[in-house]
């Protein structure tokens, strides 16, 4: 089935050290994003990429970084840098022509730093 | 993308219509009114969008007011199942040629739907 998929589920970090949490889709989509949702709050957005090897800050980048070397991935690492790390990260993926109309999300990742 | 505003939280009884609020007083006239939701620990789910016309789908209506500043989103049956956070968001979708990539999330409406 198509969709997209995150993984870990779950993921539990040592302070100081770097992670990184996957995302993968086999929808097709042009565009993907990473956001960061803290207890009781919304999302928040850390980066998004238009195309393969584009990819643009969002609200929140500091301490994080991406890549895009292929369309159906959107690795995301959590470096040593990010004060606050512990959070649920979604992945999600939009199309870019003229269907646009939603964005699909992951199952989301939980991060713990331990 | 503008500010929308929401209850912070509502309670409807199983089987009645939820009909959940949004401002977005300062909605432009190229941006769309989206409706998402996410049940507990799960990424959030597309529901329905509009531009200025009543929308209905198999999961939702979408009504927005004719001065486009506040739209609502109806739940015609409630069930247990729809218990959720629901985010309304507008937006210029890319295939209008001005669109943004950005989906920028508020903190949403935490409905409770009661047995």
């Known amino acids: 089935d198509g969709g997209i998929t995150q993984s870990p589920k779950y993921l539990f970090r040592k302070e100081g050290q770097n992670v990184t949490l996957s995302c993968e889709q086999n929808?097709?989509?042009?565009?993907m994003y990473w956001y960061r949702q803290d207890p009781g709050q919304g999302l928040r957005l850390i980066y998004y990429s238009q195309i393969v090897n584009d990819f643009q800050k969002g609200d929140i980048a500091e301490g994080y970084s991406v890549s895009r070397e292929k369309k159906e991935s959107f690795p995301l690492t959590v470096t040593s840098a990010q004060k606050n790390p512990t959070a649920f990260y979604l992945c999600a993926s939009s199309t870019q022509g003229a269907s646009d109309t939603e964005a699909f999300f992951g199952q989301g990742t939980r991060l713990t730093v331990v | 993308d503008a500010k929308t505003t929401q209850p912070p939280s509502m309670d409807c009884a199983e089987g009645r219509a939820a009909n959940l609020p949004c401002n977005h007083s300062?909605?432009?006239?190229?941006?769309?009114v989206y409706w998402y939701r996410q049940i507990h620990s799960q990424g959030p789910q597309y529901i329905i969008h509009g531009l200025k016309n009543n929308e209905t789908n198999e999961m939702a209506s979408l009504i927005i007011t004719e001065d486009r500043k506040s739209s609502t989103l109806i739940l015609p049956h409630a069930t247990l199942r729809d218990t959720a956070v629901y985010y309304c968001?507008?937006?210029?979708?890319?295939?209008?040629?001005?669109?943004?990539?950005?989906?920028?999330f508020g903190k949403g409406t935490k409905l409770s739907v009661i047995p």
């Open positions: 929808l097709n989509h042009d565009a």
């Open positions: 968001i507008v937006r210029v979708p890319r295939y209008s040629g001005a669109g943004s990539y950005q989906l920028t």
């Open positions: 300062t909605i432009s006239g190229n941006e769309y």
